[in-house]
T-cell receptor, first 116, second 114 residues
Framework: AQTVTQSQPEMSVQEAETVTLSCTYD???????LFWYKQPPSRQMILVIR??????QNATENRFSVNFQKAAKSFSLKISDSQLGDAAMYFC?????????????FGQGTTLQVKP | NAGVTQTPKFQVLKTGQSMTLQCAQD?????MSWYRQDPGMGLRLIHY???????DQGEVPNGYNVSRSTTEDFPLRLLSAAPSQTSVYFC?????????????FGSGTRLTVV
């Protein structure tokens, strides 16, 4: 069974600085998808970025980028030029590409604090 | 507005009571699923469905029932509420293929069982 681990329950960053959130996963599959979701205090789940495992190039969305290390099964999220609005809980998630179930497997979450 | 609608947003139940959490989507998504969120445990899958009439168990199905009679609706039933079911519940939906990969989540239901 696949598992996703986020080993940092809490992180903090100074406004305008860069922070990296860690995520590791365990799978025997070669075809899968990885996601980072943001959950602000409103509770809404917001997709930040996604990565297809077959793509070697790391995904980037504006100030958000990932470091995808397939062999190491690592999928970290880098937030550049942190803003107060980035304060939230962040979840790493995995979806298999080999079966049609649509199931997402989530990590435990990392709470990010942004200090002004 | 297109999206996933969950009702209610908040609910307090007494132990042993039953209730149904409603979830509806208007995007013609094939896949729908229910998750519960607990501190330090992330979101865990309760039940999921790949289409009308088809449901299956996730990681933590005990104490919950689902059915999917239409593509749009996927209600979650608590038959006899227990304090261990105090949690925040999310419904999510997505297309079946990976060409348009993306999940839409409802706004969640905070359930307290006393």
């Amino acid at each position: 069974a696949q598992t996703v681990t986020q080993s940092q329950p809490e992180m903090s960053v100074q406004e305008a600085e860069t922070v990296t959130l860690s995520c590791t996963y365990d799978t025997s599959e070669s075809d899968y998808y990885l996601f980072w979701y943001k959950q602000p205090p409103s509770r809404q789940m917001i997709l930040v970025i996604r990565q297809e495992a077959y793509k070697q190039q790391n995904a980037t969305e504006n100030r958000f980028s990932v470091n995808f290390q397939k062999a190491a099964k690592s999928f970290s999220l880098k937030i550049s030029d942190s803003q107060l609005g980035d304060a939230a809980m962040y979840f790493c998630a995995y979806r298999t590409g080999s079966s049609n179930t649509g199931k997402l497997i989530f990590g435990q979450g990392t709470t990010l604090q942004v200090k002004p | 507005n297109a999206g996933v609608t969950q009702t209610p947003k908040f609910q307090v139940l007494k132990t042993g009571q039953s209730m149904t959490l409603q979830c509806a989507q208007d995007m013609n998504h094939e896949y729908m699923s229910w998750y519960r969120q607990d501190p330090g445990m992330g979101l865990r899958l309760i039940h999921y469905s790949v289409g009308a009439g088809i449901t299956d168990q996730g990681e933590v199905p005990n104490g919950y029932n689902v059915s999917r009679s239409t593509t749009e609706d996927f209600p979650l039933r608590l038959l006899s509420a227990a304090p261990s079911q105090t949690s925040v519940y999310f419904c999510a939906s997505s297309y079946s293929g990976t060409a348009r990969l993306g999940y839409t989540f409802g706004s969640g239901t905070r359930l307290t069982v006393v």
